[in-house]
């Protein structure tokens, strides 16, 4: 079996797409339940190495148009990100440039009493760098190698190959 640029391409996608599937399944993640009233807060935190992307989700089992309010801390309670989250799943990211704790801090912006559940975690992105860019050389010669194959076609006669 002769493997051309197009085959190597894709089999580099593919190790490159697994590889990020796999690193970032095994990444450090924490969840919780939260059963808040309302204007009530409620925190959950892990640590993050230096220079990471960290993450979160929060999900709103019985959502009726009212959001949440987050606030992602660091050590020293310096802001790192904060908004409201106003749909049923809401995912941020947010820079780790110091190695430490971070924390998300809820609070509740609905009249009634709701459930939450959140979930804080890393992407690894130092270690997901390489298989992403085992990816991306297998992208540019899939592009590569398509333009090869296609510069020599014109559009009004395909199945000609003029030179």
């Known amino acids: 079996m002769r493997l051309s640029i197009f085959k190597i391409s894709i089999l580099l996608i593919i190790i490159g797409a697994s590889g990020t599937g796999i690193i970032f399944s095994e990444a450090d993640r924490s969840s919780q339940l939260m059963s808040l009233k309302q204007t009530e807060s409620d925190e959950i935190g892990m640590f993050f190495e230096e220079n990471d992307i960290g993450y979160f989700t929060i999900t709103i089992s019985e959502f ?22 106003e749909t049923k799943m809401s995912i941020r990211y947010f820079d780790a440039k110091e190695s430490g704790i971070y924390t998300i801090v809820l609070t509740n912006l609905a009249q009634e009493k709701m459930n939450y559940e959140v979930e804080i975690g890393s992407t690894n ?28 076609y014109r559009i009004a006669q395909p199945d000609e190959n003029i030179k």
């Open 64 to 85: 009726q148009s009212q959001g949440v309010y987050y606030r992602v801390v660091d050590e020293n309670f310096d802001t790192i990100s904060k908004g409201i989250a």
């Open 125 to 152: 992105a130092l270690i997901i760098s390489i298989p992403a860019g085992v990816m991306f050389v297998g992208g540019l010669l899939l592009l590569f190698s398509s333009y090869m194959k296609l510069k020599n």
